[in-house]
């Protein structure tokens, strides 16, 4: 069972930048497209970006494009998501996550049941 672990969270005004990682256990993490989520307060989880297996292709959803960056590094079993020109809207908790079948192209992420990390909280203030 893989176990992911989020970081890099925090607070920053309306223009700024985070970068958030997320640390995989397991030596087959470079089997698997990993994608990001994210929660608002009161609301369900989404999918935020997505990345292949073999980090050739990457996916985001709207309201990211241009501004999220999503990257992976197999040798160090690594998840990056560069935010910039963070805005109100992003803030969120956001997690990270392995498909549950290898070698897939990172447009659809649907993880393992219980997989989930603990998340990191993201807030952006106006």
């Known amino acids: 069972q893989v176990q992911l672990v989020e970081s890099g969270g925090g607070s920053v005004q309306a223009g700024g930048s985070l970068r958030l990682s997320c640390t995989a256990s397991?030596?087959?993490?470079?089997?698997?497209?990993m994608g990001w989520f994210r929660r608002a307060p009161g609301k369900e989880r989404d999918f935020v970006a997505g990345i292949a297996w073999s980090g050739d292709r990457t996916f985001y959803a709207d309201s990211v494009k241009g501004r999220f960056t999503v990257s992976r590094d197999n040798a160090k079993n690594m998840l990056y998501l560069k935010m910039d020109s963070l805005k109100p809207g992003d803030t969120a908790d956001y997690y990270c996550?392995?498909?549950?079948?290898?070698?897939?192209?990172?447009?659809?992420?649907?993880?393992?049941?219980?997989?989930w990390g603990p998340g990191t909280q993201v807030t952006v203030s106006p």
């Open positions: 996550a392995r498909h549950q079948s290898a070698f897939t192209t990172g447009q659809i992420i649907s993880p393992p049941p219980g997989s």
């Open positions: 397991g030596r087959t993490f470079s089997n698997y497209a």
